[in-house]
């Protein structure tokens, strides 16, 4: 099995700061997107540690104890990251999202908290693994929003989880087989909510993954680039 992968991140055109994060780490088979929460302190921090955290991770063994490991990872930058939060004189939300992946010899696990988002590639469709931890996700499942109201939705913004944000963090996961010729990506809202899935599509099946990514960072940028924008794309060989 080959793995050829690539990562981009830019602050975009409305920020002054990049408080996204990004883990590439192929010999590990491990990859990450965590996106600083900007409308809070310190989301870069919180973003930072996530991705410094999961880089330690022992990818060795089977795909559920690496799995529960990340996990296990997570809920201690949780912890940090709420005791940072409540250490100075007014208390203070640092916290971020984040997806994450993980590879064995014939399967993939994915986790995550928060609206950062999994897309699996195959046979020409796109699939989201992924499922936003977001407040018009909720009101997309209680039946009160169409899922083509959500993207221009005025609360589009609000996630209901996040590292750092409550004492007890849950993450989400999932797993299955993948196959030569998967593709999967990792990305923060910076790049989906400007991107459709047709054109991620679209583009990382019409290009080199290098010249993909270039072309997201492009289309993103042409589109008024709102929020810093990150992702990782990664190819089975």
């Known amino acids: 099995m080959g793995i050829d992968c690539v990562s981009r991140t830019h602050v975009g055109?409305?920020?002054?700061?990049?408080?996204?994060?990004?883990?590439?780490?192929?010999?590990?088979?491990?990859?990450?997107?965590?996106?600083g929460m900007g409308g809070h302190e310190a989301g870069e921090v919180a973003s930072g540690k996530i991705v410094s955290a999961l880089s330690?991770?022992?990818?060795?063994?089977?795909?559920?104890?690496?799995?529960?490991?990340?996990?296990?990872?997570?809920?201690?930058?949780?912890?940090?990251?709420?005791r940072l939060g409540n250490d100075g004189i007014e208390q203070r939300t640092i916290g971020s999202t984040v997806v994450g992946l993980l590879l064995d010899?014939?399967?993939?696990?994915?986790?995550?908290?928060?609206?950062?988002?999994?897309?699996?590639?195959?046979?020409?469709?796109?699939?989201?693994?992924?499922?936003?931890h977001s407040l018009v996700q909720?009101?997309?499942?209680?039946?009160m929003l169409d899922?083509?109201?959500?993207?221009?939705?005025?609360?589009?913004?609000?996630?209901?989880?996040?590292?750092?944000a409550t004492d007890v963090l849950?993450?989400?996961?999932?797993?299955?087989?993948f196959l030569r010729g998967d593709i999967f990506v990792l990305a923060s809202d910076g790049l989906t909510?400007?991107?459709?899935?047709?054109?991620?599509?679209?583009?990382?099946?019409?290009?080199t993954l290098d010249s993909a990514a270039d072309r997201l960072i492009e289309l993103t940028l042409e589109r008024g680039a709102p929020d810093n924008v990150s992702f990782v794309v990664l190819k089975i060989d």
């Not at 055109?13 to 590990?28: G, I, M, S, T, Y």
């Not at 909720?138 to 039946?143: K, V």
């Not at 849950?170 to 087989?177: I, L, Y």
């Open 170 to 177: 849950k993450v989400d996961a999932v797993s299955g087989e």
């Open 13 to 35: 055109l409305r920020r002054k700061l990049n408080e996204d994060a990004v883990l590439n780490c192929p010999e590990r088979k491990i990859w990450a997107v965590a996106d």
């Open 56 to 82: 330690t991770i022992a990818t060795m063994g089977k795909l559920d104890n690496v799995l529960e490991n990340a996990v296990a990872i997570l809920e201690s930058v949780n912890t940090e990251l709420v």
């Open 138 to 143: 909720e009101l997309i499942d209680a039946g």
């Open 147 to 164: 899922s083509t109201e959500a993207e221009n939705h005025p609360n589009a913004n609000i996630v209901t989880r996040a590292v750092g």
């Open 193 to 207: 909510r400007p991107v459709k899935d047709s054109e991620l599509l679209s583009e990382l099946s019409a290009r």
């Open 105 to 132: 010899d014939s399967h993939y696990a994915c986790f995550w908290v928060g609206d950062s988002r999994a897309y699996l590639l195959r046979d020409g469709t796109i699939l989201q693994i992924s499922r936003d």
